[in-house]
């Protein structure tokens, strides 16, 4: 098999370099966009934290075992600080369960993430992915609950809900009020989502509100906002420039690209986000950063000197370590479902996979 695909690259080389040509790759000018700029290291005392998230599942005919984990890393002057939560249950198969964990882990990961803004000092809190993806991203259940439905949710559980979240305990809050719903409503897993979802933007609204202190940082991204071109603005700055520096800021208004929230919508809705590509370090990797408020360049430019002082090789060391530790791996699945007791269960009725 191998044989017959290099001999295919050989014989189709050609032919693919010259589809690269039409689509313009070498042909857009970055030159308006992008800044080289020698970053140098801060010599301030900043209390920089990283957080990451993690979920894994594992599939059996009656049903869905998953885990999450969420870690939250501040850098001291007496060593790392640590705070971790993680979670495991089983939940049933359903068309929106893809969408209901990464919402599950998003949750957590803000929350452990808020944990530690209460508990340290932090400055800076880096974040791995994009904040503003996954506020504007729209839930695929809220098309389909009726409003008769979600307005009974809001009037008799948003007050409930909010409370609850008044408590540091990291975990998926809305599953407390998951035997009411089951009695109040027909479809109570379409109920629950909804729920959850409010839950979602809640913790976000949240951490929005500590703006100055969140910095998102994504390795990849096909975003066009530069450009507007079929290449993503991260391939073209890439190619523009192997040296150190900083695209021009973008800015976006969450009013501009949301519809209404069902809470907190004047908040959200207020918000602009400060969005820019850096390279930390001669060609490394081209980085894109989202920032939760309009910043000036020279924010921007202090900002990338705070970060630049944790890094090596061009990217944030705690991120790294982070995204490290968190990580659940598919041995991991296994190991706990034979905690759970599931490898006793797990004959031809059980497995889903």
């Not at 089951?182 to 839950?199: G, Q």
């Not at 530790?325 to 598919?330: A, H």
Request: some cysteine; hydrophobic content about 35%.
């Amino acid at each position: 098999m191998l044989d017959s695909l290099y001999e295919k690259a050989l014989k189709k080389r050609e032919l693919v370099n010259q589809k690269l040509d039409q689509i313009g790759y070498f042909k857009v000018d970055a030159s308006q966009h992008w800044a080289d700029y020698c970053i140098g290291e801060s010599s301030l005392n900043t209390n920089i934290a990283a957080g990451d998230g993690s979920i894994n599942k594992r599939k059996f005919l009656p049903f869905i075992f998953y885990a999450i984990g969420a870690e939250g890393i501040l850098n001291t002057d007496n060593g790392l600080k640590r705070i971790e939560s993680s979670e495991i249950d089983i939940i049933a198969h359903h068309k929106y369960v893809e969408d209901r964990l990464r919402s599950y882990m998003g949750i957590f990961e803000i929350k452990n993430a808020l944990k530690m803004f209460d508990n340290h000092e932090v400055d800076l809190f880096l974040f791995d992915g994009s904040i503003l993806g996954n506020l504007i991203r729209p839930f695929p259940i809220e098309k389909e609950v009726k409003e008769q439905v979600k307005e009974s949710i809001r009037e008799k559980y948003l007050a409930l809900l909010e409370e609850e979240l008044k408590n540091s305990t990291v975990e998926i809050t809305s599953t407390k009020f998951e035997k009411q719903i089951t009695k109040e409503f027909e479809d109570s897993t379409e109920a629950m989502i909804y729920l959850e979802n409010l839950e979602n933007i809640l913790v976000i609204s949240e951490l929005m509100e500590k703006n100055k202190k969140i910095v998102a940082i994504s390795k990849t991204s096909f975003s066009t906002e530069y450009f507007n071109s079929k290449i993503p603005d991260m391939a073209i700055f890439d190619m523009y420039s192997k040296k150190q520096g900083y695209s021009k800021p973008r800015y976006s208004d969450v009013s501009e690209v949301k519809r209404d929230f069902p809470v907190r919508n004047d908040f959200l809705k207020s918000l602009t986000f400060t969005i820019f590509y850096a390279r930390l370090e001669d060609y490394k990797n081209i980085l894109k950063f989202e920032l939760p408020y309009h910043a000036t360049e020279e924010n921007i430019k202090k900002l990338l000197k705070d970060i630049k002082k944790i890094s090596a090789e061009g990217y944030p060391l705690l991120l790294k370590k982070a995204h490290n530790d968190v990580v659940i791996r598919k041995n991991d699945l296994e190991n706990l479902s034979k905690i759970m007791g599931f490898q006793e269960k797990r004959g031809r009725e059980m497995l889903n996979e």
